[in-house]
């Protein structure tokens, strides 16, 4: 995977700078959840006091482990849709052929589907499935992006955010799966 250099920022054209920046502070709540929810289980007040307790008496006591797994959970299965819901505007855009178009549209609705089959699931198995839907939905982006004439910027950022949103959501599922008796 190619990194993401922010020292070039400014050489960034507006629009990419944007969505760069946007996708950054996208991660927050992956990032942010994943803390939450080990800061506030039993692994998290054994090994991880230190991170874990600081951002827990900022929030105070009423944020509980149970709590940031559902949020993250909920989060990611609206990112994962959202990538969907990409295809879905380039299919009809006018942009691509008839084909392409059709499996556009076709692969549009898959990560909503899984990203809403997720949310029924339990914690551990919620949060393995949209990680597994987010890093198929990269391994598409792969192939169609080129196709609908964006840079390679795009894939470099989507790497970027796919492992760090990735990294995250498993992050969640290995303290739910130690949280489970």
């Known amino acids: ?26 991660l927050l709540p992956f990032v942010g959840l994943a803390v939450l929810a080990w800061g506030g289980s ?6 991880g006091s230190t991170v874990g307790s600081t951002v827990g008496s900022t929030l105070g006591s009423s944020v509980s482990p149970a709590w940031a797994l559902r949020g993250l ?13 990409l295809h879905w505007g380039f299919a009809l855009s006018g942009r691509l052929s008839d084909r392409a178009a059709r499996i556009a549209l076709v692969w549009s609705v898959v990560p909503s589907l899984i990203a809403w089959s997720a949310a029924w699931m339990p914690e551990q ?4 499935g ?6 198929l939905a990269w391994a598409f982006d792969q192939r169609a992006w080129p196709q609908y004439g964006i840079g390679p910027w795009f894939l470099r950022l989507r790497g970027l955010l796919t492992f760090v949103a990735t990294g995250s959501l498993l992050a969640g599922a290995w303290i739910a799966g130690r949280a489970t008796p």
């Open 73 to 85: 959970i909920l989060y990611g299965a609206s990112i994962l849709a959202f990538l969907g819901g």
């Open 130 to 135: 949209l990680a597994g839907g987010l890093v």
């Open 1 to 26: 995977m190619d990194s993401v250099d922010l020292s070039t920022v400014d050489l960034i054209p507006a629009n990419q700078r944007l969505a760069l920046g946007l996708g950054l502070g996208g």
């Open 125 to 128: 198995a919620a949060l393995m």
């Open 42 to 47: 039993t692994v998290g007040s054994t090994v």
